[in-house]
């Protein structure tokens, strides 16, 4: 994969805007935002609704997911192109979730939300109609999906990217600073990750930075490009934009994204927690 | 909408006593930009948080102790940064012109 094959700009989503074939869908932390104003064409999918089992803490299954694309309208050979707020955080976690039930042409909107904003670009409230499809999914590709186990596992083994922000990977914050800071797991992260915020990978407008910053910012903080890596935050939505920098547009290899991420890590009995700046040891 | 009132958002269902609020609205000419973002920096300057303005130019963070920056993003705008104190059980209330 490469930048290319995975990410179109504000631009592109503008002059493509109707075609055939190109399906726009914006999926935001605050899942309400689609209704107060959306791109033109977009359809919504809701991460806590659409994306969840509301029974079990994991994903839906691949024929949830089939129902939920066909009544949605999603063909197989759509081009998808999601975009969301915060610098696309959930937009990131569902193009990994399309990944992950095999999806071919999925793209992110460079920028997301805020850029289309910033630039002053048209939202519109009008609701899109779209004809129902017969989507088919894969089996889940668990070659991009890491779970607790695989986590501890690669405790000063693999690489390990904790992409939560400065406090919050020490164990002085224990949510993002714009939620409330209310739960009960332990703070801190798992030895020998080594910190690298999310935000790092992007401009202030939410956009990418160069693949040649973003190759510098890895070689810098020593990720060790013969290993796999595991990128994990706290519910797994952060994680997935950088998963996203690492495989799609770098083109790392064995690159996993940990959904479970902190919310479960810091929540299980008897695993080794670190807290603090530095990493700490195996 | 988040409740605004006049000289500040509603707290209503925070529990102030055990957060550090940061909190402030965003205006252009005196008018509230609802369609600003407002970035919340350590002291470090590494992002920490970001939130959409809403549609009355009212913004609100859980921060921790100590000191931060607020970098506001609006369209036709330059950024502007504001630092801020924060302390458990205290409200920082910030007005950010753009």
């Known amino acids: ?100 039930y ?7 909107m460079d920028g997301g939300r805020k850029k289309w904003e910033l630039d002053s670009r048209e939202l519109t409230d009008e609701l ?32 390990l990217i904790d992409v939560r922000s400065p406090d919050e990977y020490a164990g002085r914050l224990l949510a993002p600073a714009h939620l409330p800071q209310e739960q009960s797991q332990r703070a801190g992260h798992v030895p ?21 910053d973003l190759k510098a910012l890895y070689a810098e903080v020593g990720i060790d490009d013969s290993k796999d890596t595991i990128a994990l935050c706290r519910i797994g939505e952060r994680s997935s934009l950088t998963w996203f920098v690492l495989k799609e547009l770098l083109g790392h290899q064995n690159v996993k994204n940990y959904d479970g991420s902190w919310t479960e890590y810091g929540s299980l009995v008897g695993v080794p927690i670190a807290l603090g700046d530095e990493p700490g040891d195996a | ?26 205006t252009r000419d005196g008018e509230p930009v609802g369609n600003a973002y407002v970035r919340l920096l350590d002291r470090s300057g590494e992002f920490t948080a970001e939130v959409p303005t809403s549609a009355t130019g009212h913004f609100r963070f859980f921060a921790g102790e100590g000191q931060w920056t607020l970098r506001t993003l609006a369209p036709k705008a330059e950024p502007v940064d504001k630092v801020v104190h924060a302390a458990i059980g205290s409200v920082a209330e910030v007005q950010v012109a753009i």
């Open chain 1, 102 to 108: 095999g999806h071919q042409d999925v793209k992110l």
């Open chain 2, 1 to 26: 909408m988040c409740g605004a009132t006049a000289g500040g958002l509603s707290l209503d269902g925070v529990n102030v006593a055990k957060e550090a609020v940061v909190q402030g609205q965003v």
């Open chain 1, 1 to 100: 994969m490469s930048r290319a094959d995975s990410l179109v700009s504000t631009q592109w989503v503008e002059d493509n805007l109707g075609a055939d074939g190109v399906v726009l869908i914006e999926v935001d932390e605050d899942t309400t935002s689609y209704d107060k104003g959306h791109i033109k064409g977009a359809i919504k999918l809701d991460w806590t609704t659409d994306l969840q089992d509301q029974v079990r803490r994991d994903f839906v299954s691949k024929a949830q997911f089939e129902a939920l694309l066909s009544e949605r309208g999603v063909a197989n050979d759509d081009t998808v192109v999601l975009y969301g707020g915060n610098n696309n955080w959930f937009a990131a976690y569902a193009y990994w979730y399309f990944k992950l």
């Open chain 1, 128 to 159: 899109p109609t779209r004809a129902a499809t017969s989507y088919t999914a894969q089996e889940q590709d668990r070659s991009i999906r890491a779970f607790r186990d695989d986590a501890v596992a690669a405790i000063g083994v693999q690489n």
């Open chain 1, 192 to 212: 020998t990750s080594l910190n690298v915020p999310w935000s790092k990978n992007c401009n202030d407008d939410g956009t990418f930075k160069s693949d040649d």
